[in-house]
């Protein structure tokens, strides 16, 4: 009689023993595949936002402050290697450049560049040899220690009349790496073959 009670003791703890067991692997399977789902949703998530470049790990962080005045969207790259992002203009009203004529232009916002660096305001192309819109002082240049908003000097170089639009894209803020240097007063430089020759001195072939 103590014999069967102990053998069915031992098989209905092994019985208990076997469907935790099988409770746990099929939780862990469930586990597994959960994680295995939410890992390939934030991959593809994370392919759409690099896709759009939203997202790059190499990029150097500036901060962004917006005006009141700004409205639509933030400066961006319009392709996937491009240099420049594109800054629009933050306008009441348009504005109608006459040939010859140049106009300072904002866009509503403010940054603030890392040490060693600079921001380029620089000419659309496109813009440029379609109608002769440029940047009077090209290129801008946009100190880091500079907290004001960003303005474009945008000029007509063309024969005709330009409207410049709200949120027309007016130009493209490069950053760049800058190197100062400390000037060494001497009273010889070194020779160069060249020398002084300049203004067309090397001629035009």
């Known amino acids: ?69 700004f409205k639509g969207d933030l400066p961006a790259y319009q392709s996937q290697l491009a240099a420049g992002m594109d800054v629009r203009a933050q306008l009441d009203e348009p504005i109608v450049l006459q040939p010859g ?45 500079y907290r004001g908003e960003i303005k474009i000097v945008l000029i007509n170089h063309g024969q005709a009349p330009v409207e410049i639009n709200d949120q027309e894209r007016i130009a493209q803020l490069v950053l760049t790496t800058v190197s100062r240097m400390q000037f060494e007063h001497v009273d010889q430089l070194d020779e160069t073959n060249r020398g002084g020759g300049g203004f067309g001195s090397t001629g035009r072939a």
Not at 110 to 127: C, D, H, L, T
Request: aromatic share 6%; no cysteine.
């Open 101 to 145: 004529q140049r106009a300072l232009i904002p866009t509503g916002i403010s940054v603030s560049i890392p040490a060693g660096y600079e921001i380029q305001a620089r000419p659309r192309s496109g813009w440029a040899i379609r109608d002769g819109i440029t940047l009077l002082n090209s290129p801008g240049t946009i100190d880091a220690d």
């Open 1 to 69: 009689m103590e014999t069967t009670r102990f053998t069915e003791r031992i098989r209905s703890v092994a019985q208990a023993v076997e469907k935790f067991v099988e409770h746990n692997l099929i939780e862990k399977e469930q586990r597994d595949e959960n994680l295995k789902k939410l890992a390939l949703a934030f991959e593809a998530l994370l392919q759409k936002r690099t896709s759009d470049f939203d997202i790059d790990t190499t990029a150097v962080r500036v901060a962004l402050k917006t005006h009141k005045h």
